[in-house]
């Protein structure tokens, strides 16, 4: 089975100060990582993704994670923060293809960022 | 990536009544997906909606529930059915884009008194 942790209800940060949203995984083989967001009254919209390679992925709005395989993480950081940026962030994993029903998403519970200004 | 339209986009419905849920996608997309997200929770998925076949259900979703059509490759319906305020949730289509990623549309917010 596979699962993700985010382990802050909250994060509250500065606008102009670096943030982070922390994201933890399990699944038996190789990992597919997303982070999503969510504005208010809004759908899921795709930030960025690990698929494989580069350890260090970027994505829209200046995001970017970091993959670590040992201690099975993928944090969303971003090096300053905008007040635009305050929504509801959800971290995403699913196990590498190998079959019928290997493209289920499993999501974190969301993690909702407050940029101060 | 996909550009993805779901209608109705909110609705309030009494108790015992069914609604259903239209997802257009423009363009032809192998696999479908319909998620729910409760009050202040994370998504769940429900179903994965592959045309020309029956929809597979997760645990604790069932078709008499929820039943499912996909008759071709950029549409499909999600039918909640004698609905109770339970049922008060976002709910989301997604379809599988390529590039291992999955976009969603943007929700049909549900109340049921």
């Known amino acids: 089975a596979q699962s993700v942790a985010q382990p802050e209800d909250q994060v509250n940060v500065a606008e102009g100060n670096p943030l982070t949203v922390k994201c933890t995984y399990s699944v038996s083989g190789n990992p597919y990582l997303f982070w999503y967001v969510q504005y208010p009254n809004r759908g899921l919209q795709f930030l960025l993704k690990y698929i494989t390679g580069d350890n260090l992925v970027k994505g829209s709005y200046g995001f970017e994670a970091e993959f670590n395989k040992s201690q099975t993480s993928f944090h969303l950081k971003k090096p300053s923060a905008l007040v635009s940026d305050s929504a509801l962030y959800f971290c995403?994993?699913?196990?590498?293809?190998?079959?019928?029903?290997?493209?289920?998403?499993?999501f974190g519970k969301g993690t909702k960022l407050s940029v101060i200004p | 990536s996909a550009v993805i339209s779901q209608k109705p986009s909110r609705d309030i419905c009494q108790r015992g009544t069914s609604l259903t849920i239209q997802c257009q996608v423009d363009?032809?997309?192998?696999?479908m997906f319909w998620y729910r997200q409760q009050p202040g929770q994370s998504l769940t998925l429900i179903a994965t909606a592959n045309q020309g076949s029956e929809a597979t259900y997760e645990s604790g979703f069932v078709i008499d529930k929820f039943p499912i059509s996909r008759p071709n490759l950029t549409f499909s319906t999600l039918t909640v059915s004698n609905m109770s305020p339970e049922d008060s949730s976002i709910y989301l289509c997604?379809?599988?884009?390529?590039?291992?990623?999955?976009?969603f549309g943007p929700g049909t917010r549900l109340l049921v008194l």
């Open positions: 997604s379809v599988e884009g390529g590039a291992e990623t999955q976009y």
């Open positions: 995403a994993v699913r196990e590498r293809y190998s079959g019928a029903g290997s493209y289920q998403l499993t």
């Open positions: 363009s032809q997309v192998t696999m």
